[in-house]
């Protein structure tokens, strides 16, 4: 599934292109993905004025609302020219005024593309999500602060959305093995300075991730078909059974909430 990062390798891609461009219509080669799309007459020459990222959400502001767009399980947004031949999973395509084209291809129909009328934080996909892991609000204070009670594993607290938004399973097992953590331990039983290092390992762990072009999954690519090289920088996810580059231990897996889970039994405690 595309993560923050891709997300925003992907914004960071196609902002440029489209950022001050008219839409000037669409195709909907396949109006059903995760919910029905449905785009209003009032778009057709409205102006595209910033594309943000809102946790795994692209937000296309324009001049009335904005367009909010998921990538689901394995899509991506690609930029084509107008009467570039569509292929079997490009079901959704945006057109601008300069005959460029907004192309979200998604194999599993598990996307989605929304118009919201006025503030897109208002919408009840955004309305109720926790704090950007990038952000100045996120930090070790405020997770020891949200954990306190808390019985659920500490990985399961990282990636629980209402809490901080965007922490993936990808990274949030590189980032608590960064920080020495173990991803069973109970999110409220962590004191406030390893959560320091857990908050510090988020971000360095995203921000190399989106250096990178994120870490290609399965069907990911990003606007212009590049895949993320990030997978090179993977020290756990997906190695279970091998040795810590770090120690030498074998590895160890476990599955939290129904998703693989890799650590080091002698580097997290």
């Known amino acids: 599934m595309p993560e923050l990062p891709e997300v925003e390798t992907t914004r960071r891609g196609i902002e440029p292109s489209i950022r001050g461009r008219r839409i000037s219509g669409w195709q909907l080669r396949q109006p059903r993905l ?6 209003p007459e009032r778009l057709r020459g409205e102006r595209v004025h910033r594309v943000l990222r809102r946790a795994k959400y692209l937000i296309l502001e324009t001049d009335s609302g904005a367009l909010i767009v998921h990538l689901g399980m394995s899509g991506s947004l690609q930029l084509a020219k107008v009467g570039t031949a569509a292929g079997r999973h490009d079901h959704v395509d945006l057109e601008f005024d300069d005959r460029q084209v907004l192309r979200l291809t998604d194999p599993r129909r598990f996307g989605s593309i929304h118009y919201h009328a006025g503030d897109w934080r208002s919408h009840w996909l955004i309305s109720s999500l926790g704090v950007e892991p990038l952000d100045a609000a ?9 954990s306190r009670g808390r019985r659920a594993a500490v ?37 406030r300075e390893r959560y ?20 290609t999954l399965r069907d990911f690519v990003d606007e212009s078909g590049r895949r993320g090289y990030f997978s090179q920088s ?7 059974g091998l040795p810590c580059y770090q120690c030498g231990s074998i590895l160890k897996g476990l599955r939290l909430g129904q998703r693989a889970t890799v650590y080091c039994p002698n580097c997290q405690r």
Request: charged letters at 20%; zero cysteines.
């Open 138 to 146: 996120f930090s070790g204070e405020y997770l020891h602060a949200m």
């Open 155 to 191: 990985k399961l607290f990282l990636m629980d959305a209402h809490v901080v938004v965007g922490v993936g399973n990808i990274y949030a097992n590189e980032s608590l093995f960064r920080a020495g953590i173990r991803p069973r331990l109970a999110a409220g039983r962590i004191t």
């Open 234 to 240: 993977l020290n756990v996810y997906g190695r279970e």
């Open 34 to 39: 995760r919910w029905p799309v449905e785009l």
């Open 196 to 215: 320091d290092a857990l908050a510090e390992s988020v971000r360095v762990v995203l921000r190399a991730a989106i250096d990178q072009g994120g870490t």
